[in-house]
């Protein structure tokens, strides 16, 4: 198997991202959304906001990955065949916003927590630091607390999201149409060891 992309599938580079990132994103979507608005247990809530934000780091990490790997190894699978215009204008469209939302959702993420006083020392007895899995400390752009700042980063992290869920259920929508309806090899090659004419 080829690290590199083809005309006819994706190199294993594109694929392990592709679907590493696909859990982690999905996961994280998923218990965001728990945790926000359906736990009330503050210690579980607190534990799972501190994992949300190491895993929401590691897939910023990778998406910066992915995106310089995208423009190294360009020779990406051909446009599948007998599309019509607005099919084309559709699936690109849904690519291009999910690359900007696996950087949006992590910086808004990011600034929020950033912004928020409790990561400020003194200001409440005790301080949360942005830690990546109790490792090292994320940096902390926005020093000291803002208020407003914190409610905008707020918003538009829950606003990403929305529509990261709407720009998913098409994107998985149209690879099971080309896998069952048009029975062609878009989902195939972007699935590891599967089958595809070389
Ligand atoms: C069950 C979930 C998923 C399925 C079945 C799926 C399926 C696919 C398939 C088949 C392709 C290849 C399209 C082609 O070769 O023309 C693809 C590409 C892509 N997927 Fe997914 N995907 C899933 C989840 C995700 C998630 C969670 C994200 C990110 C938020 C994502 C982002 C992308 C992007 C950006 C591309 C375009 C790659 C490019 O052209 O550079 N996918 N996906
Ligand atoms: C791809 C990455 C990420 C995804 C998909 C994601 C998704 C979500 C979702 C869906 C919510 C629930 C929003 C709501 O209903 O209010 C949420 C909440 C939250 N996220 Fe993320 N997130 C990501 C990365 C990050 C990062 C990197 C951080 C911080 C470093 C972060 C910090 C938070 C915090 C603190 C909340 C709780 C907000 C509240 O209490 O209402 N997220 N996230």
Redesign the pocket.
């Known amino acids: 198997m080829s690290a590199h992309n083809t005309p006819r599938r ?1 190199g294993w580079v594109a694929k392990t991202l ?1 679907w590493v ?2 859990i982690l ?2 996961g994280l979507a998923v218990v965001g959304t728990l945790m926000a608005n359906f736990i009330n247990d503050m210690a579980l809530q607190f534990d799972l906001t501190q994992q949300h934000k190491s895993f929401g780091f590691v897939v910023f990490t990778l998406a910066l990955i992915r995106i310089i790997w ?1 423009w190294l190894s360009p020779a ?2 051909n446009e ?1 065949e007998n599309q019509r215009p607005w099919e084309k204008t559709a ?1 690109h469209i849904t ?1 291009y916003g ?2 900007a ?2 950087l949006v959702m992590p910086l808004s993420g990011w600034m929020m927590s950033s912004a928020s006083a409790l990561n400020d020392p003194g200001a409440y007895p005790v301080q949360v630091k942005n830690m990546v899995f109790g490792i090292f400390e994320m940096p902390d752009p926005v020093y000291p607390a803002n208020e407003t700042l914190e409610k905008l980063f707020h918003t538009i992290h829950a606003y990403s999201s929305y529509l ?1 869920a709407i720009l ?1 259920i098409l ?2 929508a149209g ?2 149409k ?1 896998h069952f309806i048009l029975r062609d090899s ?2 195939r ?2 699935v590891p060891f599967a089958k595809v004419d070389e």
């Open positions: 994706w592709h990132m696909a994103i999905i995208r990406v699978p599948p699936s690519h999910l690359y939302l696996m990261l998913l994107h998985i690879s099971l080309h878009v989902l090659r972007m």
